[in-house]
């Protein structure tokens, strides 16, 4: 695994566990793991990194957009992360983003009405809703959202802080939002299809591992067993 992503198990001693964390903020800092080597390459000259400026940035307060640092949170998966950081940016290759330099059909491929956009995609897809409802009614979370700019807003203001239950739908959302595309993607170029129900078993077995890899002893009391023993039948 890259020195990037590698995220230490509860075992790990704790000087690599401050290792990975302060890694985690810097990327979390520029926003995504290549614009930090981008930014990176912009303090060295003759491959040697200045570490005074590095320093001087890193203590500079945070700009961007506030979902910029929420997003590479260590509760998600960092491959969920960076597709959602790529839809938030709206740079995912929807149909409707590769219509802007090619001909092309933008008609959804998953449910064949609507043309695809990222909105439409993640969240008003009649398949997209039948998933996050599943995900919803399985997290106990009161509404689901209805456009990206809402998830983030939620994932920013709602869903925020170090409760195990915040933390589970932090991962979810990033989770569905990866599972979605992953599955648009077969769908698209392999022509195979997965089923709502799949799918949103799928993004529930990954998400009960992820907390368990996090949290062992949380994901097996009552509250975690409750979203193992609800994971939906195939
Ligand atoms: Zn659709």
Redesign the pocket.
């Given at each position: 695994m890259d020195v990037w992503e590698w995220q230490p198990s509860t075992t790990s001693p704790t000087y690599f566990k401050n290792i990975c964390r302060i890694r985690d903020e810097i990327v979390g800092k520029a926003g995504s793991i290549p614009l930090l080597l981008a930014r990176l390459e912009t303090f060295s000259s003759m491959g040697k990194i200045t570490v005074g400026r590095v320093y001087d940035w890193i203590r500079a307060p945070t700009g961007g957009p506030p979902w910029g640092r929420r997003i590479w949170d260590h509760s998600m998966t960092p491959k969920h992360s960076f597709i959602l950081w790529l839809a938030a940016l709206d740079r995912l290759q929807t149909l409707e983003n590769v219509a802007n330099f090619q001909v092309v059909e933008k008609t959804?491929v998953?449910?064949?009405?609507?043309n695809?956009d990222r909105e439409?995609?993640f969240f008003?897809?009649?398949?997209?809703r039948d998933v996050w409802d599943r995900i919803r009614i399985w997290l106990g979370i009161s509404q689901r959202p209805t456009t990206l700019r809402a998830a983030l807003k939620w994932l920013v203001k709602d869903v925020k802080g170090k409760s195990y239950r915040s933390k589970t739908r932090r991962c979810a959302l990033a989770s569905v939002v990866y599972h979605i595309w992953e599955a648009r993607n077969k769908r698209r170029f392999d022509m195979t299809e997965t089923t709502v129900a799949a799918l949103t078993r799928r993004i529930q077995t990954h998400v009960y591992s992820a907390m368990f890899m996090q949290h062992p002893e949380l994901t097996t009391n009552s509250g975690g067993r409750f979203i193992m023993d609800h994971i939906d039948a195939n």
């Amino acid at each position: 695994m890259d020195v990037w992503e590698w995220q230490p198990s509860t075992t790990s001693p704790t000087y690599f566990k401050n290792i990975c964390r302060i890694r985690d903020e810097i990327v979390g800092k520029a926003g995504s793991i290549p614009l930090l080597l981008a930014r990176l390459e912009t303090f060295s000259s003759m491959g040697k990194i200045t570490v005074g400026r590095v320093y001087d940035w890193i203590r500079a307060p945070t700009g961007g957009p506030p979902w910029g640092r929420r997003i590479w949170d260590h509760s998600m998966t960092p491959k969920h992360s960076f597709i959602l950081w790529l839809a938030a940016l709206d740079r995912l290759q929807t149909l409707e983003n590769v219509a802007n330099f090619q001909v092309v059909e933008k008609t959804c491929v998953m449910c064949g009405a609507g043309n695809e956009d990222r909105e439409h995609l993640f969240f008003r897809c009649s398949i997209s809703r039948d998933v996050w409802d599943r995900i919803r009614i399985w997290l106990g979370i009161s509404q689901r959202p209805t456009t990206l700019r809402a998830a983030l807003k939620w994932l920013v203001k709602d869903v925020k802080g170090k409760s195990y239950r915040s933390k589970t739908r932090r991962c979810a959302l990033a989770s569905v939002v990866y599972h979605i595309w992953e599955a648009r993607n077969k769908r698209r170029f392999d022509m195979t299809e997965t089923t709502v129900a799949a799918l949103t078993r799928r993004i529930q077995t990954h998400v009960y591992s992820a907390m368990f890899m996090q949290h062992p002893e949380l994901t097996t009391n009552s509250g975690g067993r409750f979203i193992m023993d609800h994971i939906d039948a195939n």
